[in-house]
């Protein structure tokens, strides 16, 4: 196996006895389970270092999993010249203040106009690990969702990036709205999160999904409003909005898991990515970043400020 193309988790307790896919698939965030039977079916996953052969295999305790990436894939996604506020960036990896309203890659509906198109213009290449549709993507957040990601520009920051995401180790904390007052300071919501079986465009809290545990605290109470401080402990698609939603305080300005009516004429939710920790996947070195949400995040909380 080529080690530097490698992620490892060790299996413990709370997965022991489950089968191979859906257990690598919650521990290795930025993978499917569709995307993890692929590896497992290409030979691209071990045991212990013995080539996992099904699926459907039950992991022990202790075992030692390995997923080998596979091969890069030529990036095919066009170079944009399109605005970018670069907050950090060195010959291994970029740290970009990604504007509300951009889609971070190409995809379905999204040919063009991606923070990817924008990074490889800037960047001239970025790691190749996701292929044609996420160069360089380590982790994302929504469209309508403003803040910090860190991007790879080459194959061995990606994995060492990738391998901090799989682990837990980076440091992700949001700011975000919520309706209504909250009963206490902080708390943590732990539930599983997985497609919404009566509207599969939806994420749910769901029986069997992957787990999801999102720690939030109070930052400002307003007259039925509250500014939360979020963080992350694991990094699920919507995984906050699914979470704060789960809990009765959906995000203002979130028609998808809150009210369709909503005040202000927000377009999107009240949602920042506001703090991203993590060490550099060549040096080592811890670095930690910090952007203010943008103008229209900071407006609102004015007239939250002034509400009656």
Same mark, same amino acid.
């Given at each position: ?5 490698t992620?490892?988790?060790?299996i413990? *307790? ?15 965030? *930025? ?11 290409? +030979?691209?996953?071990?045991? /212990? ?7 459907? *295999?039950?992991l022990?305790?202790?075992? *030692? ?24 960036? /060195? ?10 309203g ?73 700011? +975000? ?9 902080? +708390?943590?919501? /732990? ?9 599969r ?22 007259? +039925?409003?509250?500014e ?66 943008p ?14």
């Amino acid at each position: 196996m080529n080690e530097e193309a490698t992620v490892k988790f060790l299996i413990d *307790e709370e997965h022991a006895g489950l089968r191979a896919d859906g257990v690598l698939s919650q521990l290795f965030e *930025e993978a499917s389970r569709s995307y993890v039977q692929k590896l497992i079916a290409g +030979g691209h996953v071990f045991c /212990d270092g013995t080539p996992l052969l099904s699926k459907k *295999e039950k992991l022990k305790q202790g075992s *030692e999993i390995t997923i080998e990436l596979p091969p890069a894939v030529p990036c095919e996604a066009m170079p944009q010249d399109i605005p970018l506020d670069i907050v950090y960036e /060195d010959g291994d990896l970029i740290v970009v203040n990604k504007p509300k309203g951009m889609v971070v890659h190409p995809a379905a509906g999204n040919a063009d106009g991606t923070l990817v198109n924008g990074l490889l213009y800037h960047c001239g290449a970025l790691s190749n690990i996701n292929g044609v549709e996420r160069p360089g993507i380590v982790h994302r957040i929504d469209k309508d969702t403003s803040g910090l990601l860190v991007c790879a520009k080459t194959d061995a920051a990606h994995r060492g990036l990738a391998q901090q995401m799989a682990d837990h180790a980076c440091t992700r904390q949001y700011r +975000g709205v919520v309706f209504y007052g909250m009963k206490e300071e902080s +708390g943590t919501v /732990d539930a599983p999160i997985g497609r919404d079986p009566s509207n599969r465009l939806r994420m749910a809290v769901v029986p069997g999904g992957r787990r999801a545990v999102t720690h939030w605290r109070v930052s400002e109470v307003f007259n +039925g409003f509250t500014e939360i401080r979020a963080r992350l402990e694991t990094g699920r698609t919507h995984q906050i909005r699914v979470h704060m939603a789960s809990i009765h305080h959906p995000l203002l300005g979130d028609t998808v898991y809150g009210p369709q009516k909503q005040p202000y004429s927000l377009q999107g939710q009240m949602l920042h990515a506001e703090i991203l920790g993590f060490q550099h996947p060549v040096t080592g070195q811890y670095m930690e970043f910090r952007a203010d949400p943008p103008q229209e995040y900071l407006q609102t909380l004015e007239k939250l400020r002034n509400r009656k």
